[in-house]
Each structure stands twice: as structure tokens, then as C-alpha cells.
């Protein structure tokens, strides 16, 4: 048990850290958003489940490629909390309460709500371009996947996920969550595990442009007349090496 004791306080100590304090305190109260959000998709829930809801529901925050692309626009904000209704809903919740919680808590709820978003985003546009390519590309879907409904929470929870590891320096999470997801396209191959890929993609070329814009801080920004050179307040969440 040392060993494995010792990884995990490797892995998830500063994320513990992060997160302890303010829960310790506050509770619920450190995560209004997050507990907003469990509220909004508990109630979408039970409206997309009633014969007077459904049509409601489908037309605020269902999301597919089939649809004009400014519609789907639209409706992509509303899309992150819209649960699948072929899943049971209570798995939607938890993620939701944990992932978001705990990034809510190290991000704020902005952050936490755009990188959620750009998750989200990535998975609805690849959709498209994988219908385009076709069933017969790697990248490829079938024309019948137009019709499927987008993933919902789940792209914008695994995203959160794996930005989280690597914002923190748990990259054995993050890349569990990775080869997770990985391993769930080479088994089933449909819409939502290339969505979740896809979702994975967008937070990667986020956190790159994190690293980048940074690195041209450090370069050109603190040599400004009158800027502050080694204050490391460059507008950006400190990244943790």
C-alpha cells in the first residue's frame, strides 16, 4: 500500500489541496454554479421525460448534425445539461456534482463553464465533419448519425476531466480518462465516443494555447515600459509545471 499511497499523494495532492479548503468550509456554498447545473439538468430531465416536455426540451437544447449549423449554435449552451434519455440520469448528476464541482472550486465558474463549452463545441462541429468524410474514413461517421442527438454533459465532463489533470499535474488521471474513452470507440465506434475523442482534442489545443499564450507573456509582455518583470500576473491561471 506505500507505494500506491505515495502515487496517489503524487498525483492528487495539489488538486486535493485546492479543492479541500473551500468544500471544508463552505460546503455547497463554495459551488453555486455546480449546484445550479445539477438543478437545470434535473429539470430538463423530468420535462424531456414528460409528453408535454419533450418537444420543449428538444427544441431549446438538442443538439444534432443534421441541424443548421446557427440553430445548433444556439442550442449548444443549453446542450451541456441536457442528459441522454437513453441513460440513467442519476450517472449524468454525479459526474456533474464532481467534475464540475471540483473544477468550479480550482477555475471559478466561468472558467470552468468556457472550457466545458469548448468541449462541447468541439464534439457538435466534429459531428458534422465526420458525416461529411463518411462512414469509410477513420474520422468518418455514417449519414444516419445525423439524426443522433449530441452527447450532452458527458463531452463537457470528460473535457473538464482531462484539463483538470493536466492543470494539476495528474496526468495519470487524465490520461486514464483518455484511454477510457479511447477504448470506448474501438468497442461500440458510435456518435458519442467520437464526440468525447473530439472533446478531448478541443481541451488539448486549449491548454496549448494556455502554454502559448504564457510563453509570449514571459517573452514580450513584462518587457513593457513599466511592467512588472517576474510578478507572473499575466491574466492566466498559474500553470502548474
Known amino acids: 500500500m506505500k507505494p500506491l499511497a505515495r502515487w496517489a499523494r503524487v498525483e492528487w495532492e495539489l488538486l486535493y489541496a485546492t479543492v479541500h479548503g473551500p468544500l471544508a468550509k463552505r460546503g455547497l456554498g463554495a459551488v453555486p454554479m455546480t449546484v445550479a447545473a445539477v438543478c437545470l439538468t434535473t429539470v430538463l430531465q423530468f420535462t424531456q421525460n414528460q409528453p408535454w416536455g419533450y418537444r420543449f426540451v428538444q427544441d431549446i437544447g438538442a443538439v444534432r448534425a443534421e441541424d443548421p449549423l446557427r440553430l445548433a449554435l444556439l442550442r449548444t449552451p443549453l446542450s451541456l445539461f441536457v442528459p441522454a434519455l437513453d441513460l440513467p440520469v442519476w450517472g449524468a448528476l454525479v459526474q456533474i456534482l464532481v467534475v464540475l464541482g471540483i473544477a468550479e472550486v480550482c477555475l471559478g465558474w466561468w472558467r470552468t463553464l468556457t472550457i466545458a463549452y469548448v468541449a462541447t463545441l468541439a464534439g457538435t462541429l466534429y459531428a458534422r465533419l465526420g458525416i461529411a468524410l463518411g462512414p469509410d474514413g477513420l474520422l468518418g461517421l455514417p449519414a444516419s448519425d445525423a439524426r443522433v442527438v449530441d452527447t450532452g454533459p458527458s463531452a463537457a465532463v470528460v473535457g473538464l476531466a482531462v484539463y483538470l489533470g493536466w492543470r494539476y499535474g495528474a496526468y495519470v488521471t487524465a490520461g486514464a480518462v483518455a484511454a477510457a474513452m479511447t477504448v470506448e470507440v474501438a468497442v461500440k465506434g458510435n456518435l458519442a465516443g467520437k ?19 504564457r510563453r509570449l507573456w514571459n517573452r514580450y509582455g513584462q518587457r513593457r515600459p513599466g511592467s512588472r518583470t517576474g510578478s507572473g500576473r499575466s491574466g492566466l491561471p498559474p500553470i502548474q509545471s
Not at 468525447?196 to 482534442?201: D, T
Open 195 to 213: 464526440e468525447h475523442l473530439a472533446a478531448m482534442a478541443g481541451v488539448a489545443a486549449l491548454c496549448g494555447a494556455v502554454v502559448a499564450g
